[in-house]
């Protein structure tokens, strides 16, 4: 098990090293191009250990077999079960401090979307005409069918993009004072967000890292 931990690593370190070269390689590229690699990428790694479980695994070796010196002593064999033992015995905290490591990551990703959720619940609709028809103009520019809606927080905060499903942008309340130019770029930068579905690819993200 030790060496399918160890072998899983290291493809999944292949995996992402392969995406970072061919972002690289696509610098003169659109950025969704470069996004699709990366979430490729992430993608690839979440379903790689249910490819490692059913696809025939080829052996290739990077150097020849020696051949045995000479036969296996009675001493040698029984050193390597001792050394078996212990590994068997060491393998339930590691497994543990495994497991420990994932709730960490995933708990890190609950807390911000339960703090976002929270935070839109509470919020209040953003009813301004002039948001509102920027809204539908930048919706039918960048091709969004739903648009999302628009709120403001009790709080103060940064504009963010929430829900995947049902999209929320919030925005702080000073939104009223911010002139035609800045309202146009922060409402389609979120947009973007919305459009390329970035909350999908945190979740993917977070949870292969995991």
Same mark, same amino acid.
């Given at each position: ?125 953003? $009813?301004?005409? /002039?948001?509102?028809? @920027? ?5 039918? %520019?960048?091709?969004?069918?739903? =648009?999302? *809606? #628009? ?29 035609? $130019?800045?309202? /146009?770029?922060?409402? @389609? ?5 919305? %459009?390329?579905?970035?909350?999908? =690819?945190? *979740? #993917? ?6």
């Amino acid at each position: 098990m030790l060496a399918q931990c160890l072998s899983l690593v290291v493809r999944s370190a292949l995996i992402l090293l392969a995406a970072e070269m061919l972002r690289r390689l696509s610098r003169r590229s659109a950025a969704h191009d470069r996004y699709q690699i990366v979430l490729a990428a992430f993608g690839l790694l979440l379903i790689w250990p249910l490819l490692s479980a059913t696809i025939p695994m080829v052996a290739i070796p990077l150097w020849p077999t020696l051949p045995a010196a000479g036969g296996v002593t009675v001493q040698q064999t029984a050193m390597v079960i001792r050394q078996a033992r212990r590994m068997g015995n060491s393998l339930p905290w590691a497994l543990l401090l495994w497991a420990a490591g994932v709730f960490l990551v995933l708990l890190s990703l609950v807390l911000g979307y339960v703090k976002a959720w929270r935070l839109a619940k509470h919020a209040i609709p953003l $009813t301004d005409a /002039r948001w509102n028809d @920027l809204l539908v103009e930048l919706s039918r %520019k960048v091709g969004l069918v739903k =648009m999302p *809606v #628009l709120l403001i927080p009790e709080v103060p905060v940064m504009p963010l993009t929430f829900g995947l499903w049902r999209p929320k942008i919030l925005l702080p309340a000073e939104c009223h004072t911010w002139s035609d $130019t800045r309202s /146009r770029m922060v409402l @389609l930068h979120e947009l973007a967000h919305v %459009k390329r579905r970035d909350i999908l =690819m945190q *979740v #993917l993200a977070t949870t292969a890292s995991a």
